[in-house]
């Protein structure tokens, strides 16, 4: 098994920062692809960014350069880096990677468990 612990977050004022961590550990041969996704109530998760095992980023739209993702590959860990937060920015992030458990084995994604961030003056 694979668990993905998340720290991080909290109330922050509009314009503020906050640091989001996510360390995988458990059966773990390779990590590829980490991200992160938030979600607001009564709405579906939607793509914050992601980055590969070699460190190519990709971010959604509305990031519009304010956040940064990074991964610390022997941490297995993933970072976001959110900057200039506005209300609107107000969502449970969760992270997660996709993982092979074994030299063999098939990928499977794992999720963190969620962290509140509330962007509020």
């Known amino acids: 098994q694979v668990q993905l612990a998340q720290s991080g977050g909290g109330l922050v004022r509009p314009g503020g920062s906050l640091r989001l961590s996510c360390a995988a550990s458990?059966?773990?041969?390779?990590?590829?692809?980490m991200g992160w996704y938030r979600q607001t109530p009564g709405n579906q998760r939607e793509l914050v960014a992601t980055?590969?095992?070699?460190?190519?980023?990709d971010y959604a739209v509305f990031v519009k350069d304010r956040f940064i993702i990074d991964r610390n590959n022997a941490k297995n860990t993933v970072y976001l880096q959110l900057h200039e937060l506005q209300p609107e920015d107000t969502a449970v992030y969760f992270c997660?990677?996709?993982?092979?458990?074994?030299?063999?084995?098939?990928?499977?994604?794992?999720w963190g468990q969620g962290t509140q961030v509330t962007v509020s003056s």
């Open positions: 980055i590969t095992a070699g460190g190519n980023a």
């Open positions: 458990g059966e773990i041969f390779r990590v590829n692809t």
């Open positions: 997660y990677a996709d993982v092979v458990s074994h030299w063999s084995g098939p990928q499977s994604t794992y």
